[in-house]
């Protein structure tokens, strides 16, 4: 299609079904306001944008879109990250314009423009002079996830602000994607999926059939053996099984959650219920399987993916940030199928330890993997240095691999859209962050209110309606499964969707309590790694110990807690009564069962595993031995 063709419906939305149970809000209508997700996205505009482009252009991946092919430097996936980097900015730009922001995001995007070749091809890896022909490596060349990213952007730029430069380039390209790769070109799909869910969205965008036709094509190729087979196995990524004669998700973790993520896409626009029935039993499977308590995913190191059923071994746990990503990223297009708070509260949990983890407060480190066990001290990254990406264990600047900072850039970026939907009859709050909501219901009624709250600190949420029309309409809360229950206004609710459907007036205040306060967590026997060992939560929050609050000559090995002694809050955090162990190194180290000696108990401190490796190098573990 022409770019003068494209709609320009300033929406917002990040990611925009036609159909659903729930209608996404966007970045105009939810405003996060001072708080714990305030304070990162803030961080993530002010310095972690900055970070990101200094780093590009550093490595040189900004540079490959004007250098000779000879010059071009980093991963095949380099482009991805200018991409990401691009949708961040948007994302930021739209609600909040800024003229300095908004120059360096043209001025990245016009370097973008002038790489583009004629037909619309863009990669700086492949097709030129010196270089490898164009799609002579679908298994791990990237081309097509590359372009993924680039129309992921410009969707965030569509939806912000308008028709632009970029959006140009998206549309030349995903118009060359379908001449090449449609009916009767090369019939097979990418090593790694995201162009799936990039091209519906820019169906969305534009109306142009044919980009959800090519989409539905890529994940019905998918899983027939389509790719040449590797040492990993197809499974890798994804081409053992259709996918919607899959039960579960299997192989490389990040491409497992972008290509169910896109499944849902094409099943919400084409009408597919078998799809859409297959990828949910995968989600549901999968969280009762193959997931971390801290909703991290992908437990193997060699291939960045997941394990067998309940092989969870938190010391191996590889947990990839864009793996927590790409969860929220399927867990919410399914909320917005199905309207099942089951999949806000998987939302939750894996923002506040997985995506709140990855990320330094300064908003300039990162972790790549997100172990729940830290068995050795870690050291440093030397300043400046790119290092490899999961040898870092503490958070570094940068990676060789560097996949991670610009996903988390454009999550934060884009986050207030996640906190809440409407449909014909009300609006839902799936997370609870302080913030503005103001929007309209279909039919036109106004709704507007403010949420107040300092969780997860606490569990008390304020919400006082500033906007109302004189007729019925429902505020849906989510209670959280963690939670066990709360109190509304008084009254004991369950969890699931607490629903008040009344004649609201401006100034009315509802309050929602909930208890967040420590709790002990145990897991099924079957994650034989952490048998015989807890963990403590508070609210969606999971806790750790560090060597770093321990006492000195007490190791994190020694710990034993004592799960019949309630545990109790200080100001530092959540205090459990621990015996203290004396592990004795053995020639042989499979003894006959016994109890452990050592009787001396100790109150020892947990800290948001959020904040971990914040205070410098230490030993951490989530679940500890009980006894
Ligand atoms: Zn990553």
Redesign the pocket.
């Known amino acids: 299609m022409t770019i003068n063709e494209a709609p320009t419906t300033v929406s917002g939305v990040p990611t925009m079904p036609s159909r659903g149970r729930l209608r996404p809000l966007g970045l105009h209508e939810v405003t996060l306001r001072p708080g714990f997700w305030q304070r990162r996205q803030e961080v993530n505009r002010s310095a972690t944008l900055a970070h990101v482009e200094h780093w590009l252009e550093r490595a040189g991946w900004l540079g490959n879109f004007e250098a000779a092919p000879a010059e071009r430097r980093g991963r095949e996936f380099a482009d991805s990250e200018v991409y990401k980097l691009l949708e961040a900015m948007a994302w930021e730009l739209g609600p909040a314009p800024d003229a300095e922001l908004d120059a360096r995001y043209r001025a990245i995007a016009g370097r973008v423009a002038a790489a583009q070749e004629p037909d619309g091809y863009l990669n700086t890896n492949f097709g030129r002079p010196g270089q490898r022909p164009r799609y002579s490596d679908l298994e791990w060349g990237h081309e097509l996830y590359c372009y993924g990213h680039l129309i992921q952007a410009a969707v965030a730029r569509a939806r912000t602000f308008g028709v632009d430069e970029l959006v140009g380039v998206a549309i030349r390209a995903a118009d060359h994607v379908c001449d090449v790769f449609g009916p009767g070109g090369i019939a097979s799909v990418c090593g790694h999926p995201e162009i799936e869910p990039a091209l519906v969205e820019l169906y969305r965008v534009t109306g142009e059939h044919r980009y959800l036709e090519q989409a539905r094509l890529f994940v019905e190729r998918r899983g027939r053996g389509t790719l040449a087979d590797i040492g990993f196995g197809r499974s890798y990524f994804q081409d053992d099984l259709p996918v919607r004669a899959a039960d579960v998700l299997r192989g490389h973790a990040?491409r497992a959650t972008y290509l169910a993520a896109g499944a849902v896409d094409v099943a919400m626009e084409t009408g597919d219920g078998e799809l859409l029935n297959s990828v949910t039993r995968q989600w549901r499977n999968t969280v009762a399987r193959r997931t971390y308590l801290t909703g991290g995913m992908g437990s193997r190191h060699q291939d960045e993916a997941f394990g067998e059923d309940f092989a969870l071994p938190p010391d191996r746990a590889y947990s990839?940030?864009?793996?927590g990503i790409g969860s929220v990223m399927l867990s919410w297009r399914l909320l917005l199928a199905h309207g099942d708070p089951r999949y806000a509260d998987l939302i939750e949990r894996t923002l506040f330890n997985v995506v709140a983890t990855a990320v330094s407060g300064d908003g300039t480190r990162f972790f790549?993997t997100n172990t729940l066990h830290q068995r050795v001290l870690g050291t440093e990254p030397p300043a400046g240095a790119i290092v490899p990406?999961a040898a870092s264990t503490l958070r570094a600047p940068w990676f060789e691999?560097s996949?991670?900072p610009t996903?988390l850039a454009r999550t934060f970026a884009s986050l207030a859209a996640y906190l809440a939907t409407s449909d014909d009859d009300g609006l839902q709050l799936h997370q609870y962050a302080a913030a503005r909501i103001r929007t309209a219901l279909p039919d036109g009624r106004e709704i507007g209110l403010e949420v107040a709250t300092d969780y997860p600190a606490t569990g008390r949420i304020t919400i006082r309606i500033t906007e109302t029309p004189d007729t019925p309409w429902t505020l849906s809360l989510r209670v959280p499964h963690w939670a066990g229950g709360a109190t509304l206004d008084g009254l004991t609710v369950s969890p699931g969707n607490a629903r008040l459907r009344r004649r609201f007036s401006a100034g009315d205040v509802i309050e929602l309590d909930l208890a967040v306060r420590p709790r002990l967590t145990g897991a099924d026997a079957r994650i034989d790694a952490v048998r015989g060992c807890v963990a403590i939560e508070r609210g969606p929050v999971v806790y750790c110990v560090e060597s770093v609050d321990l006492p000195a000559h007490v190791s994190l090995d020694a710990l034993r807690l004592d799960p019949a002694v309630p545990l109790s809050e200080s100001a530092e955090g959540v205090v459990a009564s621990c015996r203290i162990v004396s592990p004795a190194d053995q020639e042989w180290p499979y003894p006959a069962p016994s109890r452990e000696a050592g009787a001396r108990s100790a109150d020892v401190i947990l800290r948001p595993y959020h904040g971990w490796a914040g205070r410098g190098p230490s030993t951490m573990r989530v679940w500890i031995p009980a006894g």
Not at 320 to 323: I, K, L, R
């Open positions: 990040v990839e940030t864009c793996a790549y990406r691999v996949c991670c996903n």
